[in-house]
């Protein structure tokens, strides 16, 4: 990074990207990705990598939380470090301008911060396209050329990538078996300075992909656009470097061509580049037909409650929406087209009971339920088939038996195991909220998440309550399925587990009712003495 | 953990909730007739003050934890 001051780079290269990393600080992106790249058809907005703007501050510490946040795919919050931009939401559905005014300040406040001496011997990015979210996979090699112990290995990515990055896993292959580890990845140092490290990432942009056309009619296929870069940026220097695109079908309407660049059936391989300076990029854009449909769930809550009398209930609040290319045109049951979405599958816990599905208007037939050993599977199809930009919202409720989840430890804590995500496959949530209703009496609930989220403690009313029950609330945006994982409520629970609370409520009103009559037949409320 | 925690259900088997509902509501019922029968035929000046509260007092229990077994296997888990 700091060669691009000094301009140690010697390569002709360096100067190109100097003037356009410059250049595109300041001017209009348009003007730059037409100058960087051979694309052929206007591109409207560029992608552009961003750089890890966490380097340039002089603390560590800071730096660590932003990698941190970076890597557990957070959007932090401070705009002043990370480069922002306006764009809301997993998909770019306004399309254009993704640089916006924060980045003079990455010009001026590029400190002295000590970047570890590592070079990236090899890079491999494969990139699935094949469903509405994106998926990529980087294998990195990496060497410490440097004379001291590198601890961390700093990954870029560009503003509009880490606005949509929903989640970053990390793993170190060693030996046979992946260790996973998820803060910064750690570079074994071990005694030689120059041992080169494999490390393997799997990250979800989440969907990065602009329909364009914008507007298709009932029976067209929708094309999108994918926008990336053909260099990986990094900070550091990559000695070689291959990505591969995976699109889900042949049909490919246009690519833009970095060579070496080929094309075989449904994949696409830019590379392998040698030799690339740090923070290089070059732009490119795949345009291809994606026939899934781009299922987005605008609001998801999840309320969980617990009850020690041995159910579990689940209430699931759903607005769900079609954010692929808009409808534009008449609608005809008649004319199906292959754009639009179908049935949608949620996979239940196993031994599920008493499952709805209903909306606004009332139950909503059109659902098959199958259960095995291991799980259940609920099919469920909207009212109306959902075309781009149509709605539709509806509850899914269901119970489940309480010993599959809630479980006691010798130290007296009783934990609730249960899934975080929505159950819905390939659906990408935008703000997911988990309530997790505890019987009253609990005390000191606590939730551990394996991936940071929102936490706040509430009280909600149920029937025969009188001081509430204790709820977790835990709040997401941007979950995708891989965030369907296992997460734990603790609670201290003193008093036995029955809840007998209830029961001695009701009989208490009782007995007031008894009691008032036995005061009524004693008294004498005659005028008259008798 | 996995090995140590032991999973926790019900104090009750769940199968027993209806008939459980049943026989509380009956007892708390019967308790409930005897109190006001004891009321209707009793003279005023024979009543213990004592024999109502304790039948109100039985009515009362019977009637309370056989409500809360009729909620829970009417499916209203509270």
Same mark, same amino acid.
């Given at each position: 990074m700091d060669g691009r001051e000094s301009g140690t780079n010697s390569s002709g290269q360096s100067t190109e990207f100097m003037s356009a990393w410059y250049a595109k600080r300041f001017l209009h992106p348009d003007v730059v990705a037409v100058r960087n790249s051979s694309i052929s058809f206007p591109s409207s907005s560029r992608k552009e990598r961003r750089e890890d703007c966490s380097t340039r501050e002089p603390s560590q510490q800071r730096?660590?939380?932003? #990698?941190?946040?970076? %890597?557990?795919?957070?959007? =932090?919050?401070?705009? /002043?470090?990370?480069?922002?931009? &306006?764009? *809301? &939401?997993?998909?770019?559905?306004? &399309?254009?301008?993704?640089?916006?005014?924060?980045?003079?300040?990455?010009?001026?406040?590029?400190?002295?911060?000590?970047? =570890?001496?590592? $070079?990236?011997?090899?890079?491999?990015?494969?990139?699935?396209?094949?469903?509405?979210?994106?998926? #990529?996979?980087? +294998?990195?090699?990496?060497?410490?050329?440097?004379?001291?112990?590198?601890?961390?290995?700093?990954?870029?990515?560009?503003?509009?990538q880490a606005k949509?990055?929903?989640?970053?896993?990390?793993?170190?292959?060693?030996?046979?078996?992946?260790?996973?580890?998820?803060? @910064?990845?750690?570079?074994?140092? $071990? +005694?030689?300075? *120059? +041992?080169?490290?494999? #490390?393997?990432?799997?990250?979800n942009p989440n969907a990065l992909l602009e329909p364009f056309p914008a507007e298709i009619s009932q029976s067209e296929s929708q094309l999108v656009y994918y926008r990336d870069t053909a260099f990986m940026l990094s900070p550091y220097h990559i000695k070689e470097q291959t990505t591969h695109i995976k699109t889900p079908s042949k049909k490919i309407e246009s690519y833009s061509r970095e060579d070496p660049t080929n094309r075989v059936g449904t994949e696409l391989r830019y590379g392998p580049y040698d030799d690339r300076p740090p923070y290089s990029f070059s732009p490119i854009i795949v345009h291809f037909e994606n026939n899934?449909?781009?299922? %987005?769930?605008?609001e998801l809550t999840r309320v969980i409650e617990v009850s020690h009398w041995g159910s579990l209930q689940v209430t699931e609040h759903y607005k769900l929406a079609h954010a692929g290319a808009r409808h534009k045109g008449v609608f005809s049951r008649l004319l199906v087209g292959p754009l639009h979405s179908g049935i949608f599958l949620a996979t239940l816990p196993p031994r599920v009971h008493s499952?709805?599905?209903?909306?606004?208007?009332?139950?909503?037939?059109?659902?098959?339920?199958?259960?095995?050993?291991?799980?259940?599977?609920?099919?469920?199809?909207?009212?109306? @088939?959902?075309? /781009?930009?149509?709605? #539709?919202?509806?509850?899914? &409720?269901?119970?489940?038996?309480?010993? *599959?989840?809630?479980f006691e430890s010798p130290d007296g804590r009783r934990y609730l195991n249960f899934s975080f995500g929505c159950p819905l496959m390939e659906t990408v949530v935008?703000?997911?909220?988990?309530?997790?209703?505890?019987?009253? /009496?609990?005390?000191? @609930?606590?939730?551990?998440?394996?991936?940071?989220?929102?936490?706040?403690?509430?009280?909600?009313?149920?029937?025969?309550?009188?001081? /509430?029950?204790? $709820?977790? %609330?835990?709040?997401?945006?941007?979950?995708?399925?891989?965030?369907?994982?296992?997460?734990?409520v603790s609670i201290l629970r003193l008093q036995p587990s029955v809840d007998a609370r209830g029961a001695a409520h009701v009989s208490g009103a009782f007995f007031l009712l008894f009691f008032s009559c036995v005061a009524y037949l004693h008294t004498d409320l005659s005028i008259r003495k008798s | 953990m996995a090995n140590s925690a032991k999973p926790i259900s019900s104090p009750v088997p769940q199968e027993w909730y209806p008939t459980l509902a049943f026989f509380m509501l009956a007892v708390g019922l019967v308790a409930t007739a005897s109190f006001f029968i004891y009321e209707a035929t009793v003279s005023k000046k024979n009543r213990s003050v004592l024999k109502e509260?304790?039948?109100?007092?039985?009515?009362s229990v019977f009637l309370g934890f056989g409500s809360l077994f009729l909620l829970l296997s009417a499916g209203v888990y509270v």
């Open positions: 730096w660590k939380e932003h #990698a941190a946040a970076e %890597v557990h795919g957070e959007r =932090p919050r401070e705009r /002043g470090v990370r480069c922002d931009f &306006g764009i *809301d &939401g997993p998909y770019l559905r306004h &399309g254009d301008v993704i640089i916006t005014q924060q980045l003079p300040r990455l010009l001026i406040n590029r400190g002295m911060c000590p970047l =570890p001496a590592v $070079t990236v011997v090899n890079s491999e990015i494969k990139i699935d396209l094949a469903s509405s979210i994106v998926r #990529a996979y980087v +294998t990195l090699k990496v060497e410490n050329i440097g004379s001291s112990d590198a601890l961390e290995v700093v990954l870029a990515f560009s503003p509009t949509s990055i929903a989640l970053i896993r990390a793993s170190t292959p060693e030996g046979k078996r992946k260790k996973k580890t998820y803060t @910064p990845l750690a570079v074994n140092p $071990t +005694t030689l300075p *120059d +041992t080169p490290a494999d #490390a393997q990432l799997a990250f899934n449909p781009f299922a %987005v769930v605008e499952v709805y599905y209903r909306d606004e208007i009332g139950n909503v037939s059109t659902s098959h339920l199958r259960s095995d050993q291991h799980k259940s599977e609920l099919e469920i199809e909207p009212r109306y @088939p959902l075309f /781009g930009g149509w709605k #539709a919202s509806f509850v899914i &409720g269901y119970g489940l038996p309480l010993h *599959d989840f809630l935008d703000h997911l909220t988990v309530k997790v209703v505890l019987p009253e /009496g609990s005390k000191n @609930p606590s939730a551990s998440v394996p991936f940071p989220v929102k936490q706040k403690l509430e009280t909600s009313f149920s029937y025969l309550d009188v001081v /509430g029950r204790p $709820t977790v %609330v835990l709040e997401k945006e941007n979950a995708v399925p891989e965030h369907n994982i296992f997460f734990q | 509260l304790s039948t109100g007092a039985v009515a």
